[in-house]
């Protein structure tokens, strides 16, 4: 593999990726070709959604800018993909991109949710009103009566109900937790001496 292909493989410009996305038949959810303009879009879409993951390059002297390859996967995969809502393709490609750095990495699946959590405690937690948690609540209990239960004489939520909770009623709060833990490993991944968001003086 030359040293271009080898580029590549770590972060592509936009006219690569428009011709990758071309190649491999992704369109807009209209069926159109992906142009300049949407795929600005789709950058300021996943900058705003993910700062800290780092996916693009500061602006260099060219004025061009590089989108490293895993913010490429997420413009394919996230933003362009047409099956599903745009937080439940997210959610699904931060939960395989977890699974593929534990496997490289070779470290065991880490919980993301490992205290139980008082109600009172629950608009904080989740960002949300309190009839909002209550409703959630409801529906929590509806799927299962164990999830809650009462200690020092308040009702309490058990770590799989929280769990329960941000899957089914806060996605957000389940995406934040699964974006934080992959850069944990992302860090991890550098540590280890593999490349991630060096640009190689590009920048």
């Given at each position: ?14 006219n690569k990726i428009l011709k990758r996305l071309k190649a491999n038949n992704v369109t807009t959810k209209n069926n159109n070709e992906i142009t ?168």
């Amino acid at each position: 593999m030359d040293s271009q292909n080898q580029l590549d493989n770590i972060f592509l410009s936009y006219n690569k990726i428009l011709k990758r996305l071309k190649a491999n038949n992704v369109t807009t959810k209209n069926n159109n070709e992906i142009t300049h303009k949407d795929l600005r879009l789709a950058v300021s879409t996943m900058l705003k959604k993910h700062p800290n993951c780092r996916w693009q390059s500061d602006k260099i002297k060219s004025k061009r800018y590089f989108i490293l390859i895993e913010g490429y996967l997420w413009i394919r995969y996230v933003y362009f993909q047409k099956e599903k809502p745009l937080i439940d393709a997210d959610i699904e490609f931060f939960e395989k991109r977890i699974k593929e750095y534990e496997k490289l990495l070779n470290i065991n699946p880490k919980s993301l949710f490992k205290e139980d959590i008082y109600v009172k405690e629950l608009d904080s937690y989740f960002n949300r009103s309190k009839p909002t948690i209550k409703r959630a609540i409801y529906k929590m209990i509806k799927a299962n009566t164990s999830y809650r239960y009462i200690k020092n004489n308040e009702f309490v939520i058990s770590k799989e109900g929280s769990k329960w909770l941000s899957k089914n009623c806060f996605k957000q709060k389940y995406l934040e937790l699964l974006e934080q833990y992959k850069m944990e490993l992302t860090e991890q991944y550098i540590k280890a001496g593999y490349i991630y968001d060096n640009f190689f003086n590009l920048n």
